[in-house]
């Protein structure tokens, strides 16, 4: 998706770097234990959440572009003066 979007390699490289190289430790007893690799994406509340959601939702609305112009989709009119919608964010 980022490439699609012409975001640079580097910057790719460090959205990636955040999402899979999470080290975290707990705390036993009062204690703190051993540092160990969590892999599993974003967290709740993460900081980056919220940018990564546009940048999805903007592949989205591409991929629906391409539909209409291939007819595999149809836009529906809302209100009085008819605009057409064919997704909503």
């Not at 975290?24 to 974003?42: A, D, H, R, Y």
């Not at 605009?83 to 909503?88: A, E, P, R, S, T």
Request: hydrophobic fraction near 45%; glycine fraction near 10%; charge should be positive.
């Amino acid at each position: 998706m980022f490439g699609r979007l012409r975001f640079n390699e580097i910057w790719v490289k460090w959205i990636k770097g955040c999402l899979m190289s999470t080290r975290v430790s707990i705390f036993v007893n009062g204690s703190p234990m051993l540092e160990f690799m969590v892999s599993k994406g974003l967290r709740q509340g993460d900081p980056l959440d919220p940018f990564l959601f546009n940048v999805v939702v903007e592949g989205l609305c591409g991929l629906m572009r391409k539909a209409l112009d291939k007819k595999l989709d149809s836009s529906f009119n809302v209100g009085n003066k008819g605009v057409k919608i064919n997704i909503l964010q």
